[in-house]
């Protein structure tokens, strides 16, 4: 399922919860009553809430065109006395994606005054005069600010159409950017005067403004990308479509703070009761108990045949009535099956059973993963949908369920799967963190032959801002990584995959991030003549603590299906300087699988020059698999 839209907001006022459910259900035509849980269905839309005093969830499922959007709203009160959170999103699988903000988001943003964090977001344009000149600019400059913002100028011939842009740019972007419109040239003159010549907007045009704006020293400039007033006044409103959807596709790719990842995932077991409220804001839980969680267990009747505790006692006192013994034991016979008595609880009998049985192999593989194991993803998640398919068959097979709709049934097994993938990665990323504290020390004991404690490893520092995407990923190599190649070229792909996969993408980010780290490793070790052999090599018997990845994720070569095809070797051949090859493309074979099976299953391929004439790591490809006899 692909996700189109993406709003994270800070709201500090009162009653966020029921503002945002009023507004929510207002927009979606539903009554309601306010109960903790309500579903309502209605044709092919389905409405859910679900809350309680410190969280909540909203989904409305409804037709699109072309398919299905889904549009969520989660929220959760502050910690300590901070602002609450608000996320929402829409994400569907549509054949034309045209997604603007829902629209409850204009009207609950008229309920409080909600933040990006930084700055005010509202649900219309700020009006800026030549007193707001100054406010206008501290937000443009606020390193921490979030959201864009798009500043619409005077245009004399037409003043409506200016508004009338800037009414129809707040409500499609309601959430996901700021909107300033200038009130006069003077405003307009006195805001170039700050921004400078290369940051300026003028002639009833307007301006994107993305967080960082540094007046007079701007590398590129153009990444506040402008539209002229000229392209506004031939084509009205229809001149904004550019605007908003580049807007409307980085809010996708906007990382979600830690304190919103932390807490959305156990958002869904508060709100069905397998995890107390008091944890929302806990500290990160352990892989034993973010695993599976249990629910209570339902005592099982006791075996009437062993406990003949009456019998002992006639035995001492008087062996005379001996013989009546075995006659008195008929009558608890009768008494014995007490199940039948509590037929409401017989299909949660056995389904407590059945989970007993499952939990623990699936607890087990998880704990393997945290600790080191080798499970692949595909293997883990195909266990987890195996035992929820043998639970599903094994209670729907005794006929108690016949009163739930199959429909109800599917729609239950998905949140339970959704929820088993999120808790997965989060055990992906406290594995990936303590194998590379592992690492760490065990080159600090090599280098000191004592034990290091409380000393912050460099790799904890390069983590404290953990990456979302796999865009983000990239450019942070780009900066940091310097034995490593990254060309422009490898937008397209990465980007295609953080839009499509946007659920799979969190866990591709971990596995590339470590990838790369391991190859400028590997190529750093290389020029400085401290290692001999290829990257396999490096990974299979690494130098003490240095980065490495899972042999099992490293190929050298093709096979010769591919190798040996003209159209699959084509499709390998990627861009490389002149000093390693005249024609400045080779065939680069070599690769890194970051999921081994499935679809998609992403690939790295790279070329090894690290002993060559640059001493450097070129990334040819990071995408989806390419072309073999398999895709083709």
């Known amino acids: ?86 996320r929402v999103t829409v994400e569907g699988e549509l054949e034309a994606a045209e997604v603007t903000a829902p629209g409850f988001m204009p009207a609950f943003l008229a309920t409080g005054r909600a933040t990006d964090g930084a700055v005010p977001v509202e649900a219309g344009p700020h009006l800026i005069g030549p007193e707001e000149v100054k406010e206008l600019t501290r937000w443009l ?40 419109r200038l009130y006069d040239s003077r405003t307009q003159d006195d805001l170039n005067a700050w921004l400078g010549g290369d940051l300026s907007v003028f002639g009833g045009g307007l301006r994107t403004y993305l967080p960082g704006v540094r007046p007079g020293e701007e590398t590129y400039p153009m990444r506040h990308q402008p539209r002229g007033g000229g392209a506004i006044r031939d084509q009205g409103v229809r001149s904004l479509e550019v605007v908003v959807r580049g807007v409307i596709d980085l809010s996708v790719h906007r990382p979600l703070p830690t304190d919103i990842r932390r807490a959305e995932p156990r958002i869904a077991r508060i709100l ?73 609880s017989l299909a949660d009998d056995i389904a407590a059973r059945l989970a007993d049985r499952l939990d623990d192999a699936v607890l087990e593989t998880l704990v393997d993963m945290a600790r080191g194991g080798d499970s692949e993803t595909t293997g883990l998640i195909k266990t987890m949908s195996a035992h929820l398919d043998a639970l599903t068959r094994a209670v729907e097979s005794t006929g108690l369920l016949g009163s739930r709709a199959p429909s109800q049934e599917l729609e239950r097994l998905r949140r339970q799967y959704d929820q088993l ?14 194998q590379d504290r592992i690492r760490w020390l065990e080159s600090r004991l090599a280098e000191h032959a004592d034990p290091v404690y409380g000393v912050q490893s460099e790799a904890d ?59 400028d490793a590997y190529a750093a070790a290389r020029a400085e003549s401290r290692f001999t052999g290829g990257f396999y090599d490096w990974c299979a018997r690494p130098l003490p603590g240095a980065p490495i990845i899972t042999p099992t994720m490293v190929s050298m070569k093709e096979s010769d299906s591919v190798s040996g095809n003209p159209k699959f070797h084509r499709a390998r051949v990627f861009r490389v300087p002149t000093e390693i090859d005249p024609s400045g493309r080779v065939y680069m074979p070599s690769h890194i699988k970051l999921q081994q099976v499935g679809s998609p299953a992403p690939r790295m391929h790279f070329l090894d020059d690290a002993g060559g004439a640059t001493g450097k790591i070129w990334i040819g490809y990071l995408g989806d698999h390419l072309p073999n006899t398999r895709t083709n």
């Open 1 to 86: 399922m692909t996700q189109f839209y993406q709003a994270l907001l800070r709201d500090g006022g009162p009653r966020l919860g029921p503002r945002l459910r009023r507004c929510f259900a207002a927009w979606a035509g539903i009554e309601d009553d306010g109960e903790p849980t309500r579903e309502h269905a209605r044709g092919r839309e389905r409405t859910a809430f679900a809350d309680n005093d410190l969280c909540g969830r909203y989904l409305h499922d409804a037709p699109a065109v072309g398919g299905r959007l889904r549009t969520t709203a989660t929220w959760a009160a502050g910690h300590k006395g901070a602002p609450g959170w608000v």
């Open 141 to 180: 400059a606020r390193p921490d600010r979030a959201v864009p913002l798009i500043v619409l100028t005077v245009d004399r011939g037409d003043p409506n159409l200016v508004t009338a842009c800037a009414d129809h740019l707040a409500e499609a972007l309601a959430g996901v950017a700021v909107i300033a």
């Open 272 to 344: 069905s009761g397998a995890l107390p409220p008091v944890e929302l804001h806990a500290a990160p839980p352990s892989p034993a108990a973010i695993a599976v969680p249990r629910g209570p267990r339902i005592p099982r009747p006791a075996a009437p045949s062993e406990p003949r505790t009456p019998a002992p006692e006639p035995a001492v006192e008087t062996p005379e009535p001996q013989p009546e013994l075995t006659t008195e034991p008929e009558p608890p016979q009768p008494e014995t099956p007490p199940a039948p008595a509590l037929p409401a």
């Open 421 to 434: 993938e999120l808790d997965y990665t989060e055990l992906q990323e406290h594995e990936r963190k303590a």
């Open 461 to 519: 520092q390069d983590d404290c801002r953990e990456a979302e995407s796999l865009m983000d990923v990239v450019q942070r190599a780009r900066k940091q990584l310097r034995h490593l190649d990254l060309p422009d070229a490898l937008d397209t792909e990465v980007s295609r995959l953080d839009v499509m996969y946007p659920r799979q993408r969190r866990r591709w980010t971990g596995r590339t991030w470590d990838a790369l780290r391991a190859l």
